[in-house]
């Protein structure tokens, strides 16, 4: 079983930044791309950004230049920094991976409990 745990969330002013942050555990024998995903009341759940194992990034239109996901490959983490937040980016906020097993097979963890993100106009 991988355990995915998110972190860092809060209530801000529009403007304001904040940095999340989730890491992995368990029965982990590695992992390729690790991603940060919203979801928004009504909304369905998103992806916002994607990171792969050699570095190469992936956001969403929304939040380009204003997000930054990167990770930790020795610690099993990974973190997105968001600046300029918008009220519009009000979710609960949630990472995931896909994680090798023993087999060799990838596939993506069960979600955690997520982290919410609070954005006051």
């Known amino acids: 079983q991988v355990q995915l745990v998110e972190s860092g969330g809060g209530l801000v002013q529009a403007g304001g930044s904040l940095t999340l942050s989730c890491v992995a555990s368990?029965?982990?024998?590695?992992?390729?791309?690790m991603g940060w995903y919203r979801q928004a009341p009504g909304k369905q759940r998103e992806s916002v950004a994607i990171i792969t194992n050699g570095g190469a990034t992936v956001y969403a239109d929304s939040v380009k230049g204003r997000f930054t996901i990167s990770r930790n490959n020795a610690k099993n983490t990974v973190s997105l920094q968001i600046n300029s937040l918008k009220p519009e980016d009000t979710a609960v906020y949630y990472c995931?991976?896909?994680?090798?097993?023993?087999?060799?097979?990838?596939?993506?963890?069960?979600w955690g409990q997520g982290t919410q993100v609070t954005v006051s106009s």
């Open positions: 995931n991976a896909e994680i090798r097993d023993t087999l060799g097979r990838f596939s993506l963890a069960s």
């Open positions: 368990g029965n982990i024998f590695g992992i390729n791309a």
